[in-house]
């Protein structure tokens, strides 16, 4: 039973995590113009994100790290280790909420975050689920042993 349950509980979080690609993720204004950040995009691209200087967005991008971790935590059943990488991911990819630029161009110009978009908050969801389902898992195996 509780075998069943965490293979829904992961295929869930990652259900979300794909899904969130399929949308924006948010718009920045730069040079005057709107643009949209792709999920898949910003998925894809941000591991290399510190080569153009990037620092920071790469830092946000390794909540995706700490985010699979705690999915394969989750699956060898080691859940207080995989609610610590939820945890960590949940802080990092939660921390993006305070920017209010991001790098725009590999010359070091920023521009200003209008807005974020629902890829970004599917994300984020898919990380607190995940989190959520490690401390659940838990608590729930302490009770049944």
């Known amino acids: 039973m509780m075998r069943q349950l965490k293979n829904k509980l992961i295929l869930i979080s990652l259900l979300i995590f794909v899904i969130s690609l399929f949308f924006d993720a948010f718009k920045i204004e730069d040079i005057g113009k709107i643009t949209n950040f792709e999920s898949y995009t910003v998925a894809l691209i941000g591991f290399i994100s510190f080569l153009g200087g990037g620092l920071f967005e790469f830092f946000v991008w390794t909540a995706n790290c700490w985010f699979f971790l705690s999915i394969l935590f989750t699956f060898r059943k080691k859940y207080s280790t995989s609610s610590i990488f939820g945890i960590i991911?949940?802080?990092?990819?939660?921390?993006?909420?305070?920017?209010?630029?991001?790098?725009?161009?590999?010359?070091?110009?920023?521009a200003k975050i209008q807005s974020l978009e629902v890829g970004y908050f599917l994300w984020l969801a898919s990380i607190l689920f995940i989190t959520c389902s490690s401390v659940y898992s838990k608590i729930t195996e302490k009770k049944n042993a």
């Open 89 to 110: 991911a949940l802080c990092i990819s939660a921390s993006f909420m305070l920017w209010h630029e991001v790098l725009a161009s590999g010359s070091g110009r920023t």
